[in-house]
């Protein structure tokens, strides 16, 4: 691949994924809101969580475009540390859902009542996480298919493997 058309590749990816932290958590809210109502709060929580992570994904995409344009190898001194903090953030917040469903059973003035959507929303939220911080779920190009036929499984995700080696220098430091 020519670093033109991986300047290009990086651009896309940085830009959807900008476009996506919006659009999809919009499409969520006005849409499955009108049909529960009151019991919004599992769709906001979910829609947050996408967001968030669809946000740091647009920031990387965004530092690896910028490292191809400068002709720099390596990322940003912060971005390990950055990066684990969220990655850390992500777990937090994933984690919160199920605590506040079973909470709003034992205490229903809470009012996080959740629905087979609340969940799917919130298993999208887990699949963006994965997406991003384990392995690469998303194929998008011919590059990705050829691998996974070739291999036949998953590779590790651009940013796993970014956050393994920014670790190991961050250790020989």
């Known amino acids: 691949m020519d670093r033109e058309h991986v300047i290009h590749r990086l651009q896309y990816l940085r830009n959807w994924e900008f476009v996506n932290i919006f659009l999809m958590p919009s499409f969520i809210c006005m849409s499955l809101v009108v049909f529960f109502g009151k019991d919004w709060q599992p769709f906001a929580l979910g829609a947050f969580i996408i967001s968030f992570i669809l946000a740091q994904g647009t920031f990387y995409w965004h ?79 011919m590059n990705d298919i050829r691998y996974l036929l070739k291999y036949k499984r998953l590779r590790r995700s651009p940013l796993w493997v970014d956050l393994r080696k920014t670790g190991k220098d961050a250790d020989e430091g």
């Open 63 to 141: 530092l690896k475009l910028r490292s191809v344009q400068q002709n720099r190898a390596a990322l940003p001194p912060y971005f390990h540390r950055l990066f684990t903090f969220f990655k850390t953030a992500n777990m937090v917040l994933i984690a919160l859902y199920p605590i506040l469903a079973v909470a709003s059973r034992l205490l229903p003035a809470l009012h996080f009542r959740v629905s087979v959507l609340a969940h799917l929303i919130y298993g999208f939220g887990i699949l963006e996480q994965i997406n991003y911080y384990e392995v690469q779920l998303s194929h998008d190009n």
